[in-house]
């Protein structure tokens, strides 16, 4: 089992900044992916970003130039640092590890709430 633990969120103004942070713990593989996803009251689960044990990244293209993802491999923790943020970024955000290669396991945080208002 792996257990993901968020922090960070919280409301901000239009164009403000705001940073997530997520650790990682348990039965955790080498390899693996770590990223955000987020979920905006009626609209699905959406993902914001991710990157791979090997630095590789993917973003939405609503969030490019914007955001950027990092990670600890070492401390098994992932940032999304969140700049020029706007009102339709408002969503809880998750926190996912994805990995496995013959039986894909996705394991997911509590979420945590962003608001971006004035």
């Known amino acids: 089992q792996v257990q993901l633990v968020e922090s960070g969120g919280g409301l901000v103004q239009p164009g403000g900044s705001l940073r997530l942070s997520c650790a990682a713990s348990g039965s955790i593989f080498r390899i693996n992916t770590m990223g955000w996803y987020r979920q905006a009251p009626g609209k699905q689960r959406e993902l914001v970003a991710a990157?791979?044990?090997?630095?590789?990244?993917n973003y939405a293209d609503s969030v490019k130039g914007r955001f950027t993802i990092s990670r600890d491999n070492a401390k098994n923790t992932v940032i999304l640092q969140m700049n020029s943020l706007k009102p339709e970024d408002t969503a809880v955000y998750y926190c996912?590890?994805?990995?496995?290669?013959?039986?894909?396991?996705?394991?997911w945080g509590q979420g945590t709430q962003v608001t971006v208002s004035s």
């Open positions: 996912n590890l994805r990995q496995g290669v013959v039986m894909r396991y996705d394991y």
């Open positions: 990157i791979g044990t090997s630095g590789n990244t």
